[in-house]
């Protein structure tokens, strides 16, 4: 069963006709990757995800999105709640002007899910040896995140959403900051957390999707061209648009 399923999805700012009857499915656990040219939706629609684009105003949705059973275009969805299970990191790294530790126990004060001084000291501990950083970290707690260099500033981000303990990670260009190298980590990272989360990235970068993701989206101007196994939108795409944007033909 899908743990994220979009069904007959339009959304509109205002006027303008974003997302295009968008029928998603994307599968429990594993990396799943949003290609597409500039423009063509691939943030938007994540976004839907979490119902961040609530914050636009204008923002106009029909279908459904499913979360687990759940539709979260329904009535009466505690918004809270859903971003709490559907965190979200994005282009930019933007730790809170606080300590490192601060930072990763922030969410936990916001959805009222502190527990004991130990305990926290455990899932600061825990969320930073997720994103491998707790040897480099440990010692440092206190110093202000924003000393940290970008690709760690990104990776305390995912920690960040990790504390809250969410079963998806939304990640809109999560690299497009950095360096190469430090694009190579935040990958790391990524693979490594596929095993226990669900993963979904947007990436301008077909490189990056080719290289970490297990099933690929690619847009084109709002609607959902092609959906499946990496390999095979890669290797065998069934639309002619697909094959043109992935050899570099597009346009
Ligand atoms: N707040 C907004 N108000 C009006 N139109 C918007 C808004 N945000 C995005 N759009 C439009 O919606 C379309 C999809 O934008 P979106 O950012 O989702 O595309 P994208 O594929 O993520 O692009 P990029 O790779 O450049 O970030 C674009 O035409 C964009 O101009």
Redesign the pocket.
Known sequence: MPIIETKNLNLF??K?H?LIDVNIAIKEKGITAII??????????L?TFNRMNDL?E??AMTGEILVGSENILGPGIDLVGLRKKVGMVFQRPNPFPLTIYENLVYGLKVHHMITSRDELGGLVEESLKAVLLWDKLKDRLYASALSLSLEEKQRLCIARTLAVKPDIILMD?PCSALDPIATLKIEETARELKKDYTIVI?T?NMQQAARISDDVGF?LL?RLVEFGKTGDVFNRPQDKKTEEYITGRYG
């Not at 597409?36 to 629609?45: F, Q």
């Open positions: 700012y205002d303008f974003a597409g040219p500039s423009g063509c939706g691939k943030s938007t629609l976004r636009i204008g923002v260009e947007v301008h847009m709002g």
